[in-house]
């Protein structure tokens, strides 16, 4: 087995967030990428056992606190614990968070029964075949779907795996819940749907009135939401048109036949657009995709944050809803509000929150690990400064 020390002063001991960065390590001893590894502190300490690899600056995660074998027995345990933890979610949830799960680089989302995965490490590329074995033993599924892309893999050296894997399914998987009929879709965003919304979702539904703008809406979450929650008519707008094709198979499923308006195209545009024209709304929604990845990419996001939050303002009623949402880790909740405050500062509007919430609880955050806090969410009315 590997061994893998930690330089002096580093302390991992009863951890909270399972990371290790090259930084803190000692030396590395000769290995192969991806390998298991048992990690010690400066004075020999046992501090745990993970999966190592040297082209990640996060180059060790723990897996264990102790020198368990790392098998699929494991996973199947770690699997039980995580279904156990979600009982209380019907229809479709995040069964796997990662970290959080204590299954670093794994996301798994189940829909009905369809699993959609995702391998965003090479440690667990490794092991995939157990995994994927754990999840049939402790489920009952139809199939499994691959959908391991994005940056994450590209750093770890990996190529892009997508496909089904395991049994079989339709390109769109139709779930329930909340008394809403969803798809999520195979070749679309993520695992298909975001479902770390779904609380946030629901809250909608208690300050939709009137005329909706639902900005980035995907397939329409929150718009369909917002229908659910009494609202009469609800633009929705993406730049993906498969989304607004998506969204049009959901209302359909979910009987709404008319109030509807799917707009195809750049969300900052068509804030401008709806301004020039006179248009307003009774609730605004803004979701946008994570503007900063990255620390680097911070201070671009906080501008592309500032104007579609100013827009947003000066196109809602007087007392009407601002929804806005933030899904950048790299952004925490205390930036994310003062670039809210910038903006309504610059519009003279006086924002009051009335809700505030963060993923669904099926994405659990773990308290050392501030990066799995990621998602953002308020509700604030709107009011003008007179
Ligand atoms: C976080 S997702 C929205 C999720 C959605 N609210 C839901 O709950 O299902 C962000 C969406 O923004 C869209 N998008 C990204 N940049 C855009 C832009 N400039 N204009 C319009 N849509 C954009 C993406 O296609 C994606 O669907």
Redesign the pocket.
Known sequence: MIRIRLKKGIKKVGWVNPWIYRNEILDIPPHEEGEICDVFDFSNNYVGRGYLNERSFITVRLLSHSPEKIDGTFFTKKIVKALKKRKKFKGAFRLVHSEADGMPGVVADLFGKHLVVQFNTLGMEKMKDKILNAFEEVLDLDGIFEKSEGRARKREGLEKSVGWIRGEGEELIPFKFDGVEYFSDTLG?KTG??LD?RFN?KALRNFAHGIVL?????????SINAFKGGADKVIS????QR?GKIYEEILKANNVKSGYEIVI????DELRKFEREGRSFDLI?L???AFAKSRKELSAALRGYKEINLRAMKILKNGGFLATAS?SAALDRESFLNVVKEAAFDVHKELRIVYFGIQSYDHPVLIGMKESEYLKFFIFEVEAIS
């Not at 707008?237 to 993906?240: P, T």
Request: proline fraction near 7%; charge should be negative; charged fraction near 15%.
């Open positions: 965003q749907f975001f919304q979702a639902d900005a980035f809406s995907y397939t329409g979450n929150f707008i993406d730049r993906s989304a195209g750049n969300a900052f929604i979701d946008p995709p899904c």
